[in-house]
């Protein structure tokens, strides 16, 4: 238990030594997650290690201590990230052969915090691991480079509030229920909450806050597009995939159990205030985010705002509080860790051979990065929740949840939502990798073995979980059960819905799958042979426009791709943003800033101010 | 322990001798200094804390005394560190009058925490306002000349106050003595105390850089040398922090140990910490120049300071504790950093010494450590602080709750200002000629070693702070001390 | 009697932070504080004035009978004090004020106002 | 053995049968615009004839995608209960099918965009786009459905309609009937929906570059579209039935329903289609579930 909490903060200390030596720092750092996945992997089961370090430290007259203990859910998520930190390590090695920077002692402390924050069993350690979550990760993001230092103060803003209102919210729980003990301080919770209304709300709300901060849910979903867009991007794969789970984690530990093992009066016969708030949220960032996904131009904005759309789903699933909702929840928790990571590391991939971020200037990849392509299109099949990948079953659950506690205006947000992503994923693998290949690009090639494995990797893994659910629902079910839930311990195949009948069997859809490819590659190959062509051939109607000294134009249809629909939304979101209000804050600030330097450059004032404050202390303490 | 009375008087023997002594000055003051440390450690490891020493035979009501308790020698320390640490950033050949100011300025905040007599404390802190301004104005230019004199007359000023407050003291209680005062206080009704704590606070917030009696600090910090930067940050803002932690809650304090003001002024105190929060982190949110950044960041240090006292709880007081170490070190440390960096870079522009972070990764990470101490993160000393003072002030009452929340919001601002300074450090810079020696890379090193020791480990620091706190628990203790009739 | 000091010494007081905060020549300025400072000194010689009072020195043994009507001698050896340190700060502030003469060739403190030079 | 057989009977049943219905509805069609028209037979002539062409293709995408499309309009359509069966036993879930025939527009998309053409690249944004627009009001009217019975599987939905002609969700809830018929006219992308292949404005959209065995396998995509999505419809509103007659019979209808409106109908601009979509039927559906829900 302790070593996989040493092991990267040695590595770290390592890596910042030879951080000069490439060859020394990513095997090492390769090294270290394997080992750490390794530890994980014998982890499993045994719940009741514990770890704690005592001190004499008081906080409202008691000592405080950190324990870390190997709790059943935190070991799921941990297990699943440290597989992708794994995975996207192998990756690392070989994409970041052109960097001139190096992420990889900074990265180190964010795994350790990451493992810190699955594994805490207190508030306080908690706090400590997010608070260095947040700080490692504003480095992480500038990675030394001045371009993107604008997003990462955005994302550390945003990282440091969340923090505050969280240590605020921290500490109206420990003195609410007089531990800091996380399973204590929830039970303790449902226990005073009648007594003790407005502080417990508040406390819930303050965690929200920061929770909803890091899964960038919908007040704050600006950061996910302006981060990915400039971060390093295979970092970048970690922090889509991995990091924006943190917010998810907390919510399940805690929220989830805490309101509902709370009888809040129901509105309409269907679900308490608090379900409604963050079942509405979720909603709007699973519709909102699917509508900005679809504008976008620039591929990382768009799978950012892609994943702001998952968060959005997850927390539908919660605000169902409903056992199927719930386990599909923290099961597309993996799913979406799973596909992310192999959207973006495919786009890492796009980047590292092309430099080119904006859709709307590739095109035609496919003939270059086969591999790659095929990663990507497992990649957007999954992120449909398209069967027969692993989108599919969480999403699923999910909406059976919703069905079934007749939360409408939920499940038809989610339907949205999850009909819009099929808009935006065309829309990104059209543009990218179909299309007319720019001449610019012709010499490209696919990117080296070390960066295809991993893409492989991913590519197996979402269709092993797509077939088999039970890789990911067996361990959940387990850590379930292992929690204190009435669940079964699902089975390796089949998923089991919510409503009356609904058990689907993954496997057969697979294989029905499989049989319609049979019928229809038959009628494929009845058919009389075909002959390739290339693209321009068709364009330009057969003829050569060499021969009459000009280039065959490649035009890609791909810059504004859904400008009707974007018509329509426009006024919308012209008049809704939160981006400008945000904005609006940070530029007040910078004014005043002006202002309150204007007043310290000024000597010759300190005389009446010191009066003034005289006076003040005067009028108000005294004559008063 | 009579010897106790050369703390103040070899430095000022010192400030004599150094108007001879022309180029070995620098050695004098190394031997006066290092004499001062280790004579004050001595003290501390002698066994005899707690004791008073009453200056020429006179019993303590009448006569002045110094008194040494585990308070005073803490800062004792503290303050002499600071003076040797500040000593070590100087470079250069300085003239005959910056190492006299500089024992003025040592002797009087050895004074300071040593005095068990308000008007004697008063006169030191007239000396070594004295001695700042002088070594502000030692780099002789516009700009330090004119902050200098403007400090100078701030300060003048609020010493007229606190002279009229001595005088009120005088003619209502009959005594000046600490002790004596602590004693009597309850006969004073609350008008006239309140009227002299606000004459004799109003002087007090002026060194504490507090909202609105601070216009002089930016001025100042921007026009000196780096090297007094580091004094009046270690050893005059450590000596302030003193006075009022002795004056406010062990002196004038009707309650054991607890800021007791009548309800308004309080909240008004309360209010000047929060704004003094506010305005140093938003004044410091887009400003270039380092020392600024670092003058706005002091002060906003010293408002939680502020704050944090005039919460009224010792679990509050605790986390000011740490507060306060953990800006006397992150400060030293960026100071130091700054110092180095302007020197290679050419300019104190934080955009100029774009990529130096990279060439001395370990003034750079110091750098950052402290900044993240500063504003409060884990794992780091100012984390322990925090904690403690936001905790204490969100159940305190409504303004408190406000003043928490806004404490919270100027450590993001804190955060966005700092680490983007660590950024440019570690971003792509270009080369230049200058070279930073490694020795110098050490002493920031083992600064922000300290605060990540104490970040990880805060019992090594809780020990000392208990028995901080017990002695500002029990003012009758020192009471007794200093009034027992042998 | 006394009141009259007090009052003399307040309104003084008031004077000199008039004049501090309204002057713009250093020279009128640390004249204006030095008209305070005598205003505070005053203050606390009223504040051990007794009406009628003698000369606070132990002469004889009999002398310890007029203990009562003897004028208290802490305040004034405290204004003593508080003049020397008085007259120092003056000294030195007249000595800055000529550096500042020098360097902005001005005596008025809005000179420095507008200095923006970033230097080492 | 037996099921791998099913599933070739099944396939080639809607296959068929989706054939079958465009022949008659462009015969229908022909009618009413006061032409003779082709014989019914027409589509299975052309689709021999297209898969005996020699064909164009691009990229090894194209041909997967083709394929693709036709293999998911196929599996889904092996979801589908027909006459209460189905080719393998499953629950025969709704949300299942929904997602299923993605994996078909999917595949036909992806193909065509690979043909590099961007006028099909614009057919495909804007069938994407019509997509958003009638999946959210078909699946409300589901979702009520899916509400009322307790259930999400269509074979148990439409054995709740047994017995008489009144018990069919058509005569029940004849709001929610009118939504999905609307919702059907876009999914089968007839006018006034048919902004995606608009022959005039971007010559056919997806099909520009198709040719040969590509557009043969484009047309049976649609034949079994044509097949699952009728059926869809009979199974939720009209009860399924009790043989394979009875059930093509109605499938029949509704596909007669559709054809009539897009024989009549000009064609709404994409944005048009949207909004129209969404006030209307969406408006419909709302009403029909919050009657069924409240």
Redesign the interface.
Known sequence: MVEIFIIPLVTAFLL?IFIRNKKVVWPLFLISNLYILLKLWTLFGKWEIEKTIY??????GAKLSFTLSNNPLGWYFAFFSAVITLVISVFSLGFNQKT?ENVAPIWMLIIFSNLGIFFAADWITF???W??MG?TS??AI?N???KA?NE??YY??LS??GA??M??GI??L??LTGSFEIFASAYGLVQVFYSEKALSIAAIMLLLFAFFIKSAIFPFYMWPSKVYAVGPEDYITFMSSVMIKYGIYPIAMFIVPVVGSLDLPKI?NTANWIQYFVGYLGAISAVLGTILAIFQTDMKKLFAYSSVANMGYILLGFASMNIVGFEGALFHAVNHMVLKAAIFLTLAAVIFRTGESEMHKLG?L??RM?IT?LTF?LGI?AA????PLNG?GSK?MI??AL??Q?M?IF??AM??AS??A??YL??A??SIF???LPDRFKDIKEVPLTMLIPMIIMMIGMLLIGVVPGVVMKPLTTALRAVGYNVNIASWTSLE?A???????LT??F???L???V???I??I??????????ED??TGGEYPEEWGVNADR????YS??Q??K??FEPLLEKISIDEFFASIGRN??Y???T??G????????????????L???L???I? | MNSIVFLIVIPLIAAFLSLFLGKNDKILAYIVTLFNIIFSILILFSGKIPFNVAIGGWRAPYGINYAVTDLTIFFLVLVNVAALLALTSVREIMEYQFYSFYFVLLSSTNGIVLTGDLFNFFLFIELSTFAVAGLISYKRDRLSTGAALKYLILSSTASIFSLAAIGLIYKTLGTLNFADIANKVNNLNEASLSLILILYISSLLVELKIFPFNMWVVKAYEASKTSVNLFIHGMLGTAGIYGVLRILLMVFSKETGKLTLSGNLSSILMLFAFVTVIIGEIGALTEKNMKKILAFSSMAQLGIVLFGISLGSFDALKGVLYIVISNYLAKFVMFLTVNEFSKVSGSTNYLDMKGLGRRYPVLAISFTISALSLMGIPFFAGFWGKISIIGNAVFSGKLELIGAVLILIASVIEGVYYLRISHTFFSQGHEREGRISRVYCLLPMILALVILFIGINPDSFENIISILLDEIKSPEKYIKLILSLK | MAQLFILSSISLLFIGLFGVLTRKNIVKILIALNIMETGINLLLVAFGYVENGIVPILTSNESIMNLTKMVDPVPQALVLTSIVIGLGTTAFSLALAIRYRYNHNSLSIRASEEEEGVNI | MIEILRVFLFGFFAIFIGLFFMGIGRKIIARIQLRLGPPFYQAFLDVGKLFSRKSITHNFVMDLGMVMSLAGLVATMLFVPIAGHTAIKTSSNLIVIMYLMAIGYLGMAMAVAASGNPNATIGVSRALTMMLGYEVPFFTVMLGLIIINGTSSLELIANSQAGSILNWNMIKFPLGFIAAEIALQAMMGEKPFDAMIAPAEIASGPMVELSGKYLGLAFLTHAVSIFVETAIIVNLFMGGASNIFTFVLKQFEIYLITVIIEAVFPRFKIEQAVKFLWTVPMSIALLQLVLIVF
């Open positions: 910042a001190t004499n430290y008081e906080l409202f001139k706090f400590m691991m608070e260095l700080w504003f480095f500038t030394g480079r001045d230092l990462a103060k550390l803003v440091l509030l505050s209102s240590l605020i500490i109206l420990g003195a309409l035609g496919v003939y086969p392509f299109l099949i449909a929740g398209i069967p599919f699923w909406i059976q069905m079934s007749k409408i499940a038809i339907i949205f009909t819009g099929f808009m065309f829309r693998l059209a179909l299309g007319q819905g409503l009356k009948n609904s058990t689907i069997d057969l859809v294989l029905i799958f049989g319609g490819f019928i229809s590659a009628m494929y009845l058919g009389n042979k075909s002959e390739t062509v290339p693209q068709n364009y035009f890609n249809y791909s791709f859904y009707p629909f018509e329509m600030f910078e005043m800033s002006a309150v330097q007043l310290f450059r000024r000597g010759e004032g300190a005389v009446l101010l010191f009066s003034i404050g005289v003040l202390l005067i108000g303490g005294w008063i």
